[in-house]
């Protein structure tokens, strides 16, 4: 099981990265040990790489020591973007 969890913002539209812990808590909890982050559910395309780049690495740094896997969303409309986002 992957789940893809939504891309959590603060009620001025800013990325709320602060929020990221207590749903991978959540989710481990509940026994899910993958994420697919940035993707299926839609805000990729809403967010700058540099949002997505901050997106993929708090997930990266909470899922560390756990047994979460993180996958991460690195399409787009722009190969360039899509390459930057892969190489990190």
Do not use: K, Q, Y
Not at 23 to 40: E, I, K, P, Q, Y
Not at 47 to 57: F, G, I, K, Q, Y
């Amino acid at each position: 099981l992957v789940a893809a969890p939504h891309t959590p913002f603060t009620a001025a539209g800013d990325l709320n990265l602060a929020a990221v812990e207590p749903l991978a808590a959540h989710l481990l909890r509940d026994g899910v040990t993958a994420v697919f982050v940035g993707g299926t559910t839609g805000e990729c395309s809403s967010l700058t790489v540099d949002e997505r780049s901050a997106l993929a690495r708090r997930w990266i740094e909470v899922a560390r020591g756990t047994p979460m896997r993180v996958v991460v969303h690195v399409g787009g409309n722009c190969l360039a973007d899509g390459r930057r986002l892969a190489a990190e």
